[in-house]
């Protein structure tokens, strides 16, 4: 299995992964601890480090911007 996937990799020919939206409902608040952890990956660096193997990009004030802004959107969604 690991072999295929590395040849639809090597080769991009896999498909983009398409995002759902968030449906009221999706999520059972009831079931989330009321202390959690929540990850969210800022991918904008001053210098792309070659052994590093998350999805960055350079730093640019008006990009980094408009992603603040979207994850700030993003998270509204998902406010109880």
């Not at 059972?28 to 969210?40: H, M, N, Q, R, S």
């Not at 990009?57 to 911007?65: D, I, N, P, R, V």
Request: some cysteine.
């Amino acid at each position: 299995m690991l072999t295929e996937l590395l040849k639809l990799i090597v080769a991009h020919k896999w498909g983009k992964y398409v995002f759902e939206p968030y449906r009221e409902g999706d999520i059972d608040f009831a079931l989330v601890p009321k202390e959690f952890g929540l990850y969210i990956h800022v991918p904008f660096c001053q210098k792309l480090c070659q052994f590093c193997p998350y999805n960055k990009t350079f730093y640019k004030l008006e990009q980094a911007g408009r992603y603040c802004t979207a994850l700030s959107q993003e998270l509204e969604l998902y406010k109880p």
